[in-house]
């Protein structure tokens, strides 16, 4: 079964730190993956996206890393900062034969404290 | 100002009753999403839609149903069979298949 999970649900930060969030899935033949911030009641923002094929995207303060062989993800956030404040999600695409979707994690709940 | 826009923000259901909830993309995109968001579960897949006039189903289908007329618009509507509707509905949209998907901003649906 294709799944993705993500530690640690919640984390909470004082403001400054750098802090990295965890991703990891079943099946490693996937497409690409996606990180997503999403804040409270509202829709999802894509913040990365890494293709099978790449290592690691980067963008501002954040930096997203793709081991496919070991099924993990992580997603760098240097110098945190109270509007950080948001859930991440991780989601890994897989496309092509019978299987055409995007399979999300239940998320990772930052809180960056002034 | 390009984007994905869902209407109505909050909406309410009665036993029984079917409800369609809105979803527009004027970014010329061919590929389209419905999902459902409920509390400590990723988001689901319900429907997606590839091209104009196609759909498929996603994961939880049943009590769903979509239509594709149009390259902009792709509605969602909850029939009375489904029975948990109570969730956060998102429509996305992207390029391809495989591209980067935009997400809207969401629907509360909620039964009275």
């Known amino acids: 079964k294709q799944e993705v999970t993500q530690i640690p649900a919640a984390l909470s930060v004082p403001e400054g730190e750098n802090l990295v969030l965890n991703c990891s899935f079943t099946d490693s033949a996937i497409y690409n993956l996606q990180w997503f911030r999403q804040d409270p009641g509202k829709g999802l923002t894509s913040l990365l996206l890494i293709q099978s094929s790449q290592r690691e995207q980067t963008s501002g303060r954040l930096n997203a890393s793709l081991d496919k062989s070991s099924g993990r993800s992580t997603l760098y956030i240097a110098a945190s900062q109270p509007g950080d404040s948001a859930t991440y999600l991780c989601?890994?695409?897989?496309?092509?034969?019978?299987?055409?979707?995007?399979?999300f994690g239940t998320g990772t709940l930052l809180a960056v404290q002034p | 100002d390009g984007g994905i826009t869902q209407s109505p923000k909050y909406l309410f259901r009665k036993e029984g009753q079917n409800v369609t909830l809105s979803c527009e993309q004027n970014?010329?995109?061919?590929?389209m999403y419905w999902y459902r968001q409920d509390p400590g579960q990723g988001l689901r897949l319900i429907y997606y839609?590839?091209?104009?006039?196609?759909?498929q189903k996603g994961d939880i289908a049943e009590g769903y149903s979509v239509s594709r007329e149009k390259k902009e618009s792709f509605p969602l509507t909850v029939t009375s069979a489904q029975k948990n509707p109570t969730a956060f509905y998102l429509c996305?949209?992207?390029?391809?298949?495989?591209?980067?998907?935009?997400f809207g901003p969401g629907t509360r649906l909620l039964v009275l």
């Open positions: 970014l010329n995109h061919d590929a």
């Open positions: 989601a890994v695409l897989y496309y092509g034969g019978a299987t055409n979707k995007l399979i």
């Open positions: 996305a949209s992207s390029i391809e298949l495989a591209g980067t998907q935009y």
């Open positions: 839609s590839q091209i104009v006039n196609d759909f």
